[in-house]
C-alpha cells in the first residue's frame, strides 16, 4: 500500500464476527456498493444471512444487502484489503491467533470491540500489535448503536490510527452520509473511552433501577466521565479525545438508552436482580461486565481512584450488596471537584 496515496479506497473488505454490531458495519460497507465477507462463529447466523439476507439472532427483522455473504470458515475471509474485528474483547486474542499465519501483514485492521482483556488487563490493541505487529492498526469507537446504524440513523464515531494517510483511506471506504467517521490519532484514548463508558452505563442503569431519580444519574455520568479521564491519561491518551465521540458521546449515548445492554443490564441489577440471571436475559453480551473486573484491577494497580467503577465490580462479583455499595459512595468525604 502507497502511504502517501490517500485518495485510495478498500474495495475488498471483510468483517470478522457477526453480533449485531459486525453485521451492522456488514451493512454500511455494502452500501459503498462492495461485497464484504463476514465470519460468523453461529451455523444458523451463516444460514440466516446467505438464505433470508437477514441476520434473525442479532438484529431480527431487518433486511441485510445481498451483498453480505457470511463465511462459516474464518479463513475465507482472509483474502480482504482491510479487516475489521468486531468480536467480543475476551476471544479478541483466541481469534487473532487463529488468523495471524493467513492474514497478509500489509492489511490494515481495524479493532471495533469495547474492552479489556480481564486476565492481562491489556487494550485491544496491546494484543493485536503483540499478536500481528507488522499489520497497520485503527480503532474504530463512538456513540453508535448498531440498529440506528443499519436503519440509515446518522451516526458519527472515531477513527484512531497513528498513520494518517491510512486513517483516510480507511475513513474514505466505509463512510457514508449517515456514517461519518472523524480522525484521530489516539488509540489509547478511543479504546478508554469506548470500555469504561460501558462500566458507568451498568451504574446509571443501576440508578434506573433504584429510582434514584434522573439527578443521581446525571451525577453517576459526570462522575463516571472524570474517572475515565484518570484512566485514559494516566495511560497515555489525550483529554481532547475523552471529550469527543469516543468519550463523552459514547458515554451519553450508552447511559441514558434501554437499547444499550450495558444500561439494560444495570436496571437488572438494580432491582435486585443477581447478575447471573440478569445476563442470561441478554441476547449478546455486556462488555462492561468483563471491563469492570479489569478496569478496577487496573486502577488499583496505577493507584488511580475509581470508586464507581469498583462499586459496579463489587456489584456483579457480589463481594458486598447494593445497599451497602451506595451507602459507601452517598458517604464519601467531601473533597474539591476533579
Not at 429510582?211 to 443521581?216: E, K, M, Q, W
Not at 493507584?303 to 463489587?314: G, L, R, W
Request: aromatic share 4%; glycine share 6%; net charge neutral.
Amino acid at each position: 500500500m502507497n502511504k502517501n496515496n490517500t485518495d485510495l479506497h478498500f474495495k475488498k473488505i471483510s468483517v470478522v464476527g457477526a453480533g449485531a454490531w459486525g453485521t451492522a458495519l456488514a451493512e454500511v460497507i455494502s452500501r459503498k456498493g462492495n461485497k464484504v465477507n463476514l465470519w460468523a462463529r453461529e451455523d444458523n447466523v451463516v444460514k440466516s444471512i446467505n438464505t433470508f439476507n437477514e441476520n434473525k439472532l442479532y438484529l431480527p427483522d431487518i433486511k441485510l444487502s445481498k451483498l453480505i455473504v457470511a463465511q462459516s470458515e474464518i479463513n475465507n475471509v482472509l483474502n480482504c484489503d482491510l479487516l475489521l474485528m468486531v468480536t467480543p474483547s475476551q476471544f479478541m486474542r483466541d481469534i487473532l491467533e487463529d488468523i495471524k499465519n493467513n492474514l497478509n501483514e500489509k492489511v490494515p485492521v481495524v479493532l471495533c470491540s469495547k474492552g479489556i482483556e480481564t486476565k492481562t488487563l491489556s487494550l485491544m490493541s496491546d494484543i493485536t500489535e503483540d499478536i500481528i505487529p507488522s499489520n497497520p492498526l485503527a480503532i474504530l469507537s463512538g456513540p453508535s448503536f448498531a440498529i440506528d446504524v443499519v436503519n440509515n440513523k446518522p451516526t458519527a464515531v472515531t477513527l484512531a490510527c497513528k498513520d494518517s494517510s491510512i486513517s483516510k483511506s480507511i475513513a474514505k471506504s466505509i463512510s457514508l452520509p449517515t456514517f461519518r467517521p472523524y480522525l484521530s490519532d489516539d488509540i489509547i484514548g478511543a479504546q478508554i473511552g469506548g470500555a469504561t463508558k460501558n462500566v458507568i452505563a451498568i451504574a446509571a442503569g443501576v440508578v434506573e433501577g433504584q429510582n434514584l431519580g434522573d439527578s443521581a444519574r446525571a451525577a453517576t455520568i459526570a462522575r463516571g466521565f472524570s474517572e475515565i479521564n484518570r484512566l485514559a491519561i494516566a495511560l497515555g491518551g489525550q483529554e481532547d479525545t475523552l471529550s469527543g465521540l469516543s468519550g463523552m458521546g459514547d458515554l451519553l449515548l450508552t447511559c441514558n438508552s434501554i437499547t444499550s445492554r450495558n444500561f439494560s443490564l444495570g436496571i437488572r441489577l438494580g432491582q435486585g436482580i443477581s447478575a447471573e440471571k440478569a445476563t442470561s436475559e441478554l441476547s449478546s453480551i455486556a462488555e462492561g461486565m468483563y471491563s469492570a473486573k479489569a478496569i478496577s484491577k487496573l486502577s488499583k494497580k496505577l493507584s488511580i481512584e475509581m470508586p464507581i467503577t469498583n462499586a459496579v465490580n463489587d456489584l456483579i462479583e457480589n463481594k458486598r450488596s447494593l445497599e451497602e455499595i451506595i451507602d459507601d459512595l452517598l458517604s464519601r468525604p467531601i473533597r474539591r471537584e476533579k
